[in-house]
């Protein structure tokens, strides 16, 4: 029985879970990447839950068979993802004889471990919408196709940035008396971020401006539940947004199947609804299926496969200690 432990980092936070075989899985949160001129916080954050996870679960950490990473940004703002895996490699053999066996590691895009735990390994193409967003086409093998992933300014189409961006543009065209229709927004972004002139000192300051973005994006949700015309366009816009960016990473020769995973979609049931009218009018040979795990549970197969030199390094999605990917 494999003893394998997962990591998923993003914008919003951080997560990592231990799992004994097919039983349950033991997590814990931490915090969220941020960004500056030197580039993410992704390997002090990992090498931070690593060291965590030994101290809450120090017997289970001991006996871990295979460890496995997905992050936001690994392969566009961490300069090289193969150091982290060498750090990863140095702090899991830490309290280990020279002698005794190391678990095998992987790290990987958030795609990657998005794409494993909502289509369990198979064929097809994922979108992720967190903090950011990406797609991922891949049938594990010789096809893969990324598409967005570019971060808050350049993409991330219909994520929890995306959609709190434009609910705060909304704001402030209210606020400067140009277009009415974001009231609402407006008295919503007030409550949450106080007088608009204090906004840009809020957001341009931030290393993780992203996440401050997405942060409002549950007030964008709430108020198209409740039906305001400027939010329900916003929201419906990125259901529409993450479709595109499904089909286009939807490569020839990769089954027709499109899962919408990540923590947004938990949030948006227009989000949801338009993603898949939007594909079905669209590609109406593409069947959009339900995830079958979260991409934390991606991290816990991608360790497993890790385990048992199941890994591969294929830049820039994974890279691993060795094996074959199968």
């Known amino acids: 029985m494999s003893l394998l432990l997962g990591i998923d980092i993003g914008g919003s936070g951080s997560r990592v879970a231990i799992r004994a075989g097919a039983g349950p899985r033991r997590e814990f949160a931490g915090e969220r990447i941020g960004v500056t ?30 460890v496995a990473l997905g992050a936001t940004g690994l392969a566009t703002l961490v300069a090289r993802p193969e150091a ?71 993409g991330d189409r219909g994520s929890g940035a995306w959609i709190g961006n434009r609910g705060l543009r909304a704001a402030i065209r209210a606020h400067d008396g140009v277009d009415a229709s974001g009231s609402a927004l407006l008295a919503a972004a007030r409550a949450r971020f106080g007088d608009p002139l204090g906004w840009p000192a809020q957001l341009y300051t931030r290393d993780d401006r992203a996440g401050v973005l997405a942060g409002f994006a549950p007030d964008v949700f709430a108020l198209a539940s409740d039906g305001d015309a400027a939010a329900t366009t916003i929201v419906a816009a990125a259901g529409a947004e993450a479709a595109r960016s499904g089909l286009a990473a939807l490569a020839s020769g990769l089954e027709p199947r499109l899962a919408l995973t990540g923590g947004v979609v938990s949030a948006g049931g227009l989000l949801v609804s338009t993603f898949a009218e939007t594909v079905a009018v669209l590609r109406p040979d593409v069947e959009t299926v339900a995830p079958l795990g979260d991409p934390l549970d991606g991290a816990l197969r991608l360790a497993g496969r890790a385990a048992v030199g199941g890994v591969a390094s294929r830049e820039p999605y994974v890279w691993a200690d060795g094996g074959t990917l199968r």
């Open 84 to 154: 982290l895996l060498q750090a990863m490699g140095a702090e899991l053999a830490v309290g280990r004889a020279p002698s005794d066996r190391r678990p095998p590691a992987a790290v990987a895009i958030d795609a990657v471990t998005a794409h494993l735990g909502a289509l369990g390994g198979g064929s097809g193409a994922i979108v992720a919408l967190g903090t950011g967003a990406v797609a991922l086409g891949t049938d594990g093998h010789e096809i893969w196709r990324r598409v967005d992933g570019w971060g808050h300014l350049l």
């Open 37 to 66: 001129a030197a580039g993410s916080s992704v390997p002090q954050t990992a090498i931070a839950l690593l060291r965590r996870a030994r101290d809450l679960w120090p017997e289970e950490f001991a006996g871990v068979d295979g």
